[in-house]
């Protein structure tokens, strides 16, 4: 079920899913591709050491235009422009270098399905199955996207930082959830 009380989401993932986009995008079509899944051969991989996330879902698309003469300016619907994320982590090296799955993955151009799931509490797995994510109330969105870039930020009083760019290729499809079996 979805988060029903005010907490931290400590326990928040991002997970790529490595294989074919799914003919129809659906919540049914995207909980059971991330289902199917196996983490354990790279179909699917949880990015690890996030430092902090960034604001999820779809940003307004709302210009503020001054009107002479008045004290307030007006609101319009302006163009949309292509969203991007970009993500905080503790660079560990060997997780993005050269021949890794993630270090593959930047500056590819090959879309892949993308799953951020908040959580409060630890589930028993990441897996999408019940046993896993259902077991702790959920909120999951989905949305298709590449990743383009990396930079790295040495750091000589803290760990180094990585920002990892995700370009969106599709409508944020959520909030879902995964209910326990």
């Known amino acids: ?25 659906t919540e049914t079509s ?3 591709l991330f ?15 996030v430092r902090e996330f960034p604001a999820m879902g ?13 004290a307030t300016s007006q609101q319009i619907q302006g163009q949309a422009d292509a969203p991007s994320i970009e993500l905080q982590l503790n660079y560990v090296a060997s997780e ?9 993955m930047v500056g590819d151009g090959t879309q892949r399905v993308f ?6 509490a630890k589930p028993p797995g990441l897996a999408s199955e019940p046993s896993g994510l259902g077991m702790e109330e959920n909120s999951i969105y989905y949305w298709v996207g590449k990743v383009e870039a990396l930079t790295v930020t040495p750091n000589l009083t803290d760990s180094n930082v990585a920002t ?6 599709s ?11």
């Open 1 to 25: 079920m979805h988060i029903s009380s005010i907490g931290a989401g400590m326990y928040s993932d991002l997970s790529i899913a490595d294989v074919a986009l799914p003919g129809t995008i």
């Open 30 to 32: 995207l909980n059971a």
């Open 35 to 49: 289902a199917q899944l196996d983490y354990d051969n790279d179909d699917a991989i949880s990015v690890g050491n």
């Open 58 to 70: 779809t940003p307004p698309n709302v210009v503020n235009v001054p009107v002479y003469g008045q």
């Open 96 to 104: 993005w270098a050269s021949g890794t799955v993630l270090g593959d």
């Open 115 to 120: 799953r951020f799931t908040l959580l409060n």
């Open 164 to 169: 990892v760019t995700v370009t969106i290729q």
């Open 171 to 181: 409508d944020f499809y959520g909030a879902y959830t995964i209910n326990e079996p």
